[in-house]
């Protein structure tokens, strides 16, 4: 029985670390990068245990920022950081999809969420009523930039 039961606890050990590594993002966004007030304006996406955290920076001036996301998965767990009264977020679409419009003055602002199940996430960023220059879009602890705006993620 003791072999049995160690077995069928083998199983699942080797099935949970298949499935979590079956489940990563993609590694150029994991790990967070630093945000200061030097950095330049713009867009800041990384991924860690915790999930996911979107920032938006936008030094000196008001600048306008408005992002949808969207996933075949389902957004849970979303937190605002350091939103003013002007700044809202929603899910919506059955958690499907989230939109955030923020005003930024010489701070950072942001939503931290987690992503369940999927296997994307695709993002349309916004900076001042257009479509945001892909270096001004940063990613993980490097600060990549995808090629393109809008971009997708995968698991």
């Known amino acids: 029985m003791i072999r049995v039961l160690l077995a069928i606890a083998a199983a699942l050990t080797a099935l949970a670390l298949f499935a979590t590594s079956a489940l990563a993002w993609s590694s150029p966004i994991e790990g967070s990068p630093e945000i200061t007030e030097a950095n330049p304006e713009g867009y800041?996406?990384?991924?860690?245990?915790?999930?996911?955290?979107?920032?938006?920076?936008?030094?000196?001036?008001?600048?306008?920022?408005?992002?949808?996301l969207l996933?075949?998965?389902?957004?849970?767990?979303?937190?605002?950081?350091?939103?003013?009264?002007?700044?809202?977020?929603?899910?919506?679409?059955?958690g499907h999809e989230l939109v955030l419009r923020f005003r930024t003055y010489g701070a950072t602002d942001g939503v931290n969420f987690r992503i369940e199940g999927g296997e994307?996430?695709?993002?349309?960023?916004?900076?001042?009523?257009?479509?945001?220059?892909?270096?001004?879009?940063?990613?993980?602890?490097?600060?990549?930039?995808?090629?393109?705006?809008?971009?997708?993620?995968?698991r």
């Open 71 to 94: 996933t075949d998965g389902e957004f849970k767990d979303v937190d605002a950081v350091r939103l003013e009264n002007r700044d809202n977020f929603a899910v919506l679409n059955g």
């Open 120 to 154: 994307y996430l695709r993002l349309r960023l916004n900076l001042d009523g257009q479509l945001t220059a892909t270096d001004s879009i940063f990613m993980g602890p490097d600060g990549k930039h995808p090629a393109t705006n809008p971009f997708t993620i995968k």
């Open 44 to 68: 800041y996406l990384w991924h860690d245990a915790n999930g996911f955290h979107l920032r938006t920076h936008g030094p000196g001036e008001d600048h306008y920022f408005v992002a949808r």
